[in-house]
């Protein structure tokens, strides 16, 4: 067609004679828009390119010039979920690692990442705010909402029990 479009598929440009490049573009194009809007994984990253039908190649070569140039860190990244994970969701520690794990961090580096994880902090401020919600229950049935709550949070039983214990009386 005289006077189409160039660099289109099937129009004759020379991407046409280079298709791994064009669709090398592409993908590096939507790794940086799904970076912009947060940290990735490189597992996340690169499910997320073959979930957009990237072939295998091209999420590998884009995560591995990604990683080698900055732009990925699975270390960086792990720090930060595990930031979201303790103040903004408040999940316990088997929650918070459930959650790296999930995200695509590796075990070794969701170990690193969790060192010194405040769970007492987290399932303390968690309580307070479950705990407005239960003000009208007896103590029992509160202090079995709240173990459940917290349960399903990640938490250990231990925290779980010292928790309710500092938050609940017991009724006589």
Do not use: H
């Not at 405040?118 to 103590?139: C, F, T, V, W, Y």
């Amino acid at each position: 067609m005289p006077g189409g479009r160039r660099g289109i598929r099937g129009s004759g440009g020379p991407e046409e004679e280079r298709p791994g490049v064009v669709e090398f573009q592409e993908a590096l194009s939507y790794a940086f828009k799904l970076l912009g809007y947060r940290q990735r994984s490189e597992q996340e990253l690169r499910r997320r390119l073959l979930m957009k039908n990237f072939s295998k190649d091209t999420a590998e070569e884009v995560t591995r010039r990604l990683r080698e140039s900055g732009y990925m860190d699975d270390r960086s990244t792990a720090s930060a979920l595990r930031l979201k994970a303790e103040e903004g969701k408040f999940l316990g520690l088997g929650g918070a690692r459930q959650y790296l794990r999930r995200m695509g961090i590796s075990r070794g580096d969701t170990d690193e990442a969790l060192e010194g994880y405040d769970e007492m902090s987290s399932a303390a401020r968690l309580a307070e705010k479950k705990l407005k919600m239960l003000e009208d229950s007896p103590a029992q049935e509160a202090r079995k909402k709240l173990s459940g709550y917290l349960g399903r949070r990640g938490f250990s039983y231990d925290t779980v029990r010292k928790t309710i214990d500092a938050f609940i009386k017991e009724e006589n």
